[in-house]
């Protein structure tokens, strides 16, 4: 097969006249494209410092800054497709169509996004805040548009979807500012019952980082066969709990040592007929 050089000829005059003809198109959209990500940029800097200024709650400054941010992108993209002289009544259409589809697709990612929508107005915790939720028990980082970002005790980042978290039980152990610990001790029927409570109080009043009021608790539990136990419920701020908790269990301990009194090890029953 043979190729007509005249041909040949037409089809790269063709060619380079189209492109002389669409680069200024070309270079116009790309320097649209970099300028506007550029501006994008610095206005979602710009928003978030305002909202900062004005001591805009940091959960709603977040979320809000993101969905402005994507917002924006989605308007220089329609841009920067108009600048190229792609119509942008029939690619509106294209756009809706397959926004369509894709929602139709993606419903537990639009389930999400309402659900972030929810915590965001009613606000059930805020970043900061230690929740108990789905299972697990860690610190709020971020409320993003699709999922909550948590981190654990122990440093494991956690990401929970925005759907799940709003219809689920939330335990949020931060909002009141002060928590209660329900400690239980068990003694033997040989311990005077009162020398034990004495001491128990006298190591909670002992503790500065245990509250006055509410006043901690120290009662009877439970009598068991083998045991009595006491329940110890001391009220610690938020940021002490965890350590007026190991704090009252170890000068426990040790003020038992110096009394004579020795905790009651649990005792597992085990039937007689087990072999």
Request: net charge positive; glycine share 6%; aromatic share 8%.
């Amino acid at each position: 097969m043979t190729l007509d050089p005249n041909y040949i000829a037409n089809y790269a005059n063709t060619f380079i006249t189209t492109l002389i003809d669409y680069s200024p198109k070309v270079i116009s959209a790309l320097i649209i494209l970099f300028i506007g990500l550029y501006a994008i940029r610095i206005i979602n800097r710009l928003i978030r410092k305002i909202m900062v200024k004005r001591n805009l709650d940091a959960t709603l400054s977040k979320f809000l800054a993101d969905i402005l941010l994507w917002v924006l992108r989605v308007l220089l993209f329609v841009t920067f497709i108009d600048k190229l002289g792609i119509g942008t009544s029939s690619f509106v259409a294209i756009l809706g169509a397959m926004g369509l589809a894709v929602g139709l697709s993606l419903q537990g990612s639009l389930s999400n996004f309402a659900g972030g929508m929810l915590i965001i107005l009613f606000k059930p915790f805020k970043v900061g805040d230690t929740i108990e939720a789905q299972g697990v028990q860690a610190t709020v980082l971020e409320i993003q548009i699709f999922v909550t970002k948590l981190i654990t005790s122990n440093n494991q980042t956690i990401f929970i979807p925005n759907g799940t978290l709003s219809n689920g039980t939330i335990i949020n152990y931060s909002m009141q500012g002060s928590r209660r610990a329900d400690l239980t001790i068990s003694i033997s029927y040989e311990t005077n019952l009162k020398i034990a409570k004495d001491t128990i109080t006298a190591v909670l009043k002992n503790n500065p980082k245990v509250l006055t009021s509410p006043i901690a608790e120290v009662s009877v539990k439970n009598i068991t066969d083998n045991a009595i136990q006491i329940a110890v419920r001391p009220w610690a701020k938020n940021e002490d709990f965890s350590s007026v908790v190991s704090e009252t269990l170890e000068n426990c301990k040790l003020a038992f040592d110096t009394a004579g009194i020795t905790f009651q090890p649990y005792v597992t029953e085990v039937s007689k007929n087990n072999k």
